[in-house]
Every structure is written in C-alpha cells, then in structure tokens.
C-alpha cells in the first residue's frame, strides 16, 4: 500500500519562502517516478503546480513559474518543492503524487500553506 507523507507547511508573510517535503512509502524502490505538487484552494479544484518526470524534466504552472522549483531527494522516494516570493494566492493544501495522474497513488492529508501578513 502506498502512503504519501507531505510536510513543511505553515504561516508565512507575503515575500517570504516555504520548502515543502513528500515521501513515498511503498513504493518500488528500482523505480523513479514522474512526480507532481498539487494544490487545492478552498473552493477551487485541485490543480498542479510542478511535475518532474523520471528524467528530472521539471514543468510549472504559469502562476509559479519562477518562484517554485520541484527537486528530487535523495533517497529518490522523496520530493521537494521549494516555494519562494509567496504570495496570499498560494494559499492552499499542497499535495504530491504521479504526474500525470492516470493511475494516481492514494492521496495524502497534505500540508497547508497559508500566506498572509
């Protein structure tokens, strides 16, 4: 069974950075995996935010582009998103799992962001 565990959230001031972390148990351990960060806002759909594919090809929304940046760990079962000049429209639940999600893993509980002064 697959778990994933993210963390590194919490209450930033506008400008500020968050580097946020996702682990994931379960998982073959010869394989590297296309990953995302997601995120969902309240009342919003979920959206992603950044993808890394098994070939560290990493891909972002328009509205990060430039201030996020997604990385591998190592061991290769952890995944990074590095989050910098937040803004209060990065609030939100962040989550990790495949990109695209075609067969996606079980979500996780996520970890929040709030970004306010």
């Known amino acids: 069974q697959v778990q994933l565990v993210e963390s590194g959230g919490g209450l930033v001031q506008p400008g500020g950075s968050l580097r946020l972390s996702c682990v994931h148990h379960g998982t073959s351990t010869s394989s590297i995996y296309s990953l995302g960060w997601y995120r969902q806002a309240p009342g919003k759909q979920r959206e992603l935010v950044a993808s890394?594919?098994?070939?560290?090809?990493?891909k972002y929304s328009e509205s990060v582009k430039g201030r996020f940046s997604i990385s591998r760990g190592n061991p290769k079962n952890t995944v990074y998103l590095q989050m910098n000049s937040l803004k209060p429209e990065d609030t939100a639940v962040y989550y990790c799992?495949?990109?695209?999600?075609?067969?996606?893993?079980?979500w996780g509980q996520g970890t929040q962001v709030t970004v306010s002064s």
């Open positions: 799992n495949r990109s695209p999600l075609d067969n996606p893993w079980p």
């Open positions: 890394i594919s098994p070939r560290d090809i990493t």
